[in-house]
C-alpha cells in the first residue's frame, strides 16, 4: 500500500537592499515551494514447503512493515521536490521483503537481524544530550537522559521512544518494551509501533 501526500514549504526566493550604507532596510521575499511524503506498507507471508508432499512444515506473516519517504527543498533558493526525488519503490519494498524473510528463516537457524532505528529529539536539553549519546553509542549515558527527560514531561514521545532503542541496543528488550509502549501511547507514529512489534515478537529469542 502506497500512500502520498503533497505539501508546501516556505523558502526564501530573494533578498533586497534599499539604502543599506544609510540606515536602509534589507526586504526578504518568500515563497511556497512543493514538497512530497510518501508512506509504504509492505505486508508478506512464507511457507515452507516439502516438494515431495505438498506439506507445509512452516508458515509466516509477520506483522507489516512501514516505510516513509520524504523531499525537503533547500530553505534557501529551494524550489519543488517532485516524486523522482524519492528512493525508487521498488528498492524499499525489495528491502522490506528481505527483512521480512530473514525474520522467517530466523524460525528455522540462527540469522542475524539488522534494525535501523531514527531517533529524533524533542525540544528537551536532556532527550538532545540522549540522541548525541546514542550517536556516540554511550547507551547507559543516553537512557539515564532521556529518563530525566521523560520525568520532566511524561508525554516527551521521543525521549521514550529514545529510551526504548537505548535498552534494546543494550539487551534489555522487556525494559525497552515498555518504553515502546509509552512512545505508542503518545504519538500514532509507525515506527514506534513497528519498535513495539518486533521486541515484543522477537525480544525473547534474540541471542546477543
Known amino acids: 500500500k502506497v500512500e502520498k501526500h503533497r505539501g ?26 512543493e514538497t512530497v511524503l510518501r508512506n509504504m506498507t509492505v505486508q508478506t507471508s512464507f511457507k515452507l514447503v516439502d516438494a515431495g508432499n505438498g506439506k507445509v512444515w512452516e508458515f509466516f506473516s509477520p506483522r507489516t512493515y512501514h516505510a516513509t519517504d520524504k523531499t525537503e527543498a533547500s530553505p534557501i533558493f529551494g524550489s519543488s521536490r517532485t516524486e523522482a526525488e524519492l528512493t525508487p519503490q521498488d528498492l524499499i519494498i525489495g528491502a522490506l521483503v528481505e527483512r521480512g524473510a530473514r525474520e ?32 556516540a553509542e554511550n547507551f547507559e549515558v543516553a537512557l ?20 526504548g532503542v537505548a ?9 525497552a518494551l515498555r518504553y515502546y509502549k509509552q512512545a505508542c501511547g503518545g504519538a500514532n507514529d509507525p515506527h514506534y509501533f513497528d519498535a513495539r512489534d518486533r521486541v515484543k515478537t522477537f525480544g525473547h529469542r534474540v541471542r546477543r
Open 8 to 33: 508546501r514549504q516556505r523558502t526564501i526566493s530573494g533578498v533586497a537592499l534599499s539604502g543599506w550604507n544609510h540606515g536602509g532596510y534589507g526586504d526578504i521575499r518568500t515563497t511556497e515551494v
Open 104 to 135: 522467517f528463516v530466523s524460525m528455522l537457524m540462527p540469522c542475524r537481524i539488522d534494525v535501523e532505528a531514527e531517533v529524533e529529539s524533542s525540544g528537551n536539553p536532556n532527550c538532545i544530550s540522549g540522541v548525541r549519546n546514542l550517536r
Open 144 to 163: 539515564s537522559a532521556f529518563q530525566t527527560a521523560i520525568a520532566e514531561n511524561p508525554g516527551d514521545h521521543q525521549a521514550a521512544f529514545g529510551a
Open 167 to 175: 535498552c534494546e541496543a543494550m539487551g534489555n528488550f522487556d525494559q
